[in-house]
């Protein structure tokens, strides 16, 4: 499979009601921010592992993508958020001329090569629906972003959990500057940077169930 790889680095706040979608742009637009008109997206996303948790143990989330754009698989290192703060290694690989989840996660059984998951069966633990509005968003001079408004449904096992949050991924620019951002965001919007990812969340409800 073919691939590209980078790191990531997102900043994630926890909302509580739509209202604070709006309390964001607000504070972003008042911070001298630009931002593009938003686009809808939706992504279904299997997250895999084997029977034994061997990936998550060994700090590894794979995650199988179902979009309009297509199939895509992607590794991520395990970090936790510190702050709102999420920084992780990530390796994307399209699976072209894939058709339908089955499929894809038959290639991925196939083809994945993690040492961790060697001699074991992939399949998926949890799966999660988000209904996204993304737009690009920039602070002219400082750093690029894609901010992302997500409406979350968590399928872990029998359990069902809701959640909201707006995420915004650094692309290019000034590190510090984007940092500095968030913070400002934060003071002035009134929102609460995310203590727990979506995986992390998923992550819980399994256990739970435990």
């Not at 992780?88 to 993690?114: M, Q, T």
């Not at 984007?178 to 002035?188: M, N, P, Q, S």
């Amino acid at each position: 499979m073919s691939s590209h790889s980078g790191e990531e680095i997102e900043f994630k706040w926890a909302v509580s009601s739509p209202k604070q979608f709006g309390d964001f742009l607000r504070a972003a637009a008042a911070l001298g921010a630009a931002s593009a008109p938003p686009r809808r997206v939706k992504n279904t996303d299997y997250y895999l592992d084997t029977a034994g948790r061997a990936l998550e143990k060994s700090g590894v989330t794979c995650r199988l993508r179902a979009s309009s754009a297509g199939f895509e698989l992607t590794e991520k290192s395990a970090s936790r958020i510190k702050g709102g703060l999420a920084r992780r290694a990530e390796h994307n690989f399209p699976l072209p001329g894939v058709k339908d989840a089955r499929g894809a996660l038959e290639l991925i059984r196939s083809v994945y090569r993690h040492p961790a998951a060697r001699g074991r069966t992939l399949e998926t633990r949890f799966r999660i629906e988000n209904g996204r509005r993304q737009f690009a968003l920039s602070l002219p001079g400082k750093f690029r972003a894609q901010a992302c408004f997500d409406n979350v449904m968590i399928f872990a096992g029998p359990k069902t959990v809701g959640m909201r949050e707006i995420e915004l991924e650094f692309k290019n620019g000034r590190l510090r500057k984007f940092l500095d951002f968030c913070r400002a965001v934060t003071e002035k919007s009134g929102l609460s940077p995310a203590r727990m990812s979506k995986v992390a969340t998923a992550r819980a409800a399994l256990k739970y169930l435990h």
